[in-house]
Structures are given as structure tokens and as C-alpha cells.
């Protein structure tokens, strides 16, 4: 069975920073791969999405994530946080069909001026 | 716009009654979702529909229940076997069959259901 794992509960960075989120997963091939962003109160929405081909996937709002396989990993990347990137991010990976998503437990990012 | 719409935002219902949650999309998908969310927990999947008048089981389906009789319109009941229903309900929906990974899930704002 697929598993993801969000190492950081909670991350704090100053506005203007550069920002890093952690998503390592389990499965036995390579998987679909995927960030979404929940604003407080809100539903989730798609940030990008890793299929196959170029690791290095862009994204809406500035941000990226580089499917490494050797690591497991795909981490959230943005160069340059805004105030309104606060809010939880969670890293979900699958076989294929959204049926089978297995989600993390989610990152909460706090944005400080 | 096109969107989903969960209604209501909140919730409260006294222990022992079964209460409906209602999703509503005007995006013409195929397949609606319902999930659950627990604070320090990822999404979990409660159940889902492909089409209409069908719809599977998710991860966490004892204690609910759904129908799918328009393509529009996806609510869950949470029954009172449900031995821990507050949490927040989120619903979804992609515009192809659940099985098609190239269709992103589109999320309703939620309901937060509190149960006393």
C-alpha cells in the first residue's frame, strides 16, 4: 500500500524567503504525485501535479516540485514566500485514479512580515 | 462561476441524529467525492460516485451513507452509527471518471459538522 509522509507539521518563514516543503512517500512504483493548498476554512486546491517525464514540475502561485526518485521525495519549492501563501499544504500520492489518492497530514505554513 | 457549493459552512446536531450534508456542482463532472478531515490528519476518503445512481465505498465508509440521483448533486448522510462524526466534510469533484488521474479533484469550502 502507497503511503506519504509531511516530516513538518508547521513552518514558519519571514516574507521574501525562500521556502521548502517536505513530502516523502512509499510505493512500489513510480507513483502520481500531487500539492495541493487549503486556505483556512477552505477546500483544497491543485498546485501541480507529477505524472511523468521533466522531475522539475511547475506550478500555479510561483511555485515548483522536483520528483526525486532515489529519495522518494517531491518537495514543494518556492523562491519567494508572499503573505498570502499562509495556509496548509498537503503532498497526496497514487497509482492513478483520484479514487486511490493517499494524502499526508499536511504542512501549516505561517508567514511572518 | 462554476464551483461546488456545500451548504451549510456549520453544523450542530445533538448525538443520535443523522443529519445530511449537501453538495451541489455546476462544473458538469462526471465523479463526486466526499472526504473527511481531522485536524493533524490527511483526507480520507468517505465515498464515491462515477456516475450517476452509482457509488463505491471509500476508506472510511461505516456510519455514512450517499446517493447520486443527478449528476449535480452528491449528499451524505452522517447516520448515528457514526461513532465519531464531528469533523470538517469536504466534497469534490473531477470532471472525468474517478479513475482518470489527468483530472484534478475540485473542492467545495466545507461543512464543519459538530455532533454533542
Known amino acids: 500500500a502507497q503511503s506519504v509522509t509531511q516530516p513538518d507539521i508547521h513552518i514558519t518563514v519571514s516574507e521574501g524567503a525562500s521556502l521548502e516543503l517536505r513530502c516523502n512517500y512509499s510505493?512500489?512504483?513510480?507513483?502520481?504525485l500531487f500539492w495541493y493548498v487549503q486556505s483556512p476554512g477552505q477546500g483544497l486546491q491543485l498546485l501541480l501535479k507529477?505524472?511523468?517525464?521533466?522531475?522539475l514540475v511547475q506550478g500555479i502561485k510561483g511555485f515548483e516540485a522536483e520528483f526525486k526518485r532515489s529519495q522518494s521525495s517531491f518537495n514543494l519549492r518556492k523562491p519567494s514566500v508572499h503573505w498570502s501563501d499562509a495556509a496548509e499544504y498537503f503532498c497526496?500520492?497514487?497509482?492513478?485514479?483520484?479514487?486511490?489518492?493517499?494524502f499526508g497530514t499536511g504542512t501549516r505554513l505561517t508567514i511572518i512580515p | 462561476d462554476g464551483g461546488i457549493t456545500q451548504s451549510p459552512k456549520y453544523l450542530f446536531r445533538k448525538e443520535g441524529q443523522n443529519v445530511t450534508l449537501s453538495c451541489e456542482q455546476n462544473?458538469?463532472?462526471?465523479?463526486m467525492y466526499w472526504y473527511r478531515q481531522d485536524p493533524g490528519q490527511g483526507l480520507r476518503l468517505i465515498y464515491y460516485?462515477?456516475?450517476?445512481?452509482d457509488f463505491q465505498k471509500g476508506d472510511i465508509a461505516e456510519g455514512y451513507s450517499v446517493s447520486r440521483e443527478k449528476k449535480e448533486s452528491f449528499p451524505l448522510t452522517v447516520t448515528s452509527a457514526q461513532k465519531n462524526p464531528t469533523a470538517f466534510y469536504l466534497c469534490?469533484?473531477?470532471?472525468w471518471g474517478a479513475g482518470d488521474y489527468n483530472s484534478p479533484l475540485h473542492f467545495g469550502n466545507g461543512t464543519r459538522l459538530t455532533v454533542t
Open positions: 460516485s462515477q456516475i450517476v445512481n
Open positions: 462544473l458538469n463532472h462526471d465523479a
Open positions: 469534490a469533484s473531477s470532471s
Open positions: 507529477y505524472f511523468s517525464g521533466d522531475t
Open positions: 497526496a500520492v497514487g497509482p492513478g485514479g483520484n479514487e486511490k489518492l493517499t
Open positions: 510505493y512500489g512504483a513510480t507513483p502520481y
